[in-house]
């Protein structure tokens, strides 16, 4: 049984977007102090994005609940659905928790142009405020690098089924 196609077209549009941010990400913050309009530009498309895709992950979890979703193959061993629910529980924790931390971070910053959303820009609802951005900006930095971890092991483990274990392959419920 395959995903619903609303879940499967929100699953890779996620991933790209995700993936894009997690990169500009790292990408980005050299030039803070090199090139000041070239990072703020790059910052407000960071946000941007990264409002977008935390709006899409509230998206995709309310549309999990709406739909049945497939069980994993019957012939995969315990210890392996265990790792895949407690990896896809952790990716969906971490997908809410890092734009959290990325909107605290920003209305912290002393020196932040504000939260925009392409254009409008949200209320911050935290002052500045330098010691708690220090705290958050270790806490959306680390958590991000986790991400890139744990979409690592999320893909590594799709295709390890997928190219060996073929009577388990989860990838195609979601492709």
Known sequence: ????ASIRAIHWL????????????IYMTPFQVDNMAFSEELYF???SF???????????LINRRRHNLPELPKGMPVHEKLAA???????????IIVPILGYVQ??????SSGVHFFGLLLPELFEDNKSVFEIVNQLHRTASYLLIVLIFAHVAGALKHRLFDKENDVLNRII
């Open 85 to 95: 629910k407690v990896a896809h529980n952790s990716l969906y924790a971490l997908l």
């Open 1 to 4: 049984m395959k995903y619903p």
């Open 50 to 60: 990264g409002v977008l895709a935390f709006l899409i992950v509230l998206l995709r």
């Open 106 to 111: 920003s209305c912290t910053y002393e020196f």
């Open 45 to 47: 498309w960071h946000k």
């Open 14 to 25: 996620s991933a790209l977007l995700i993936i894009g941010l997690l990169a500009l990400g």
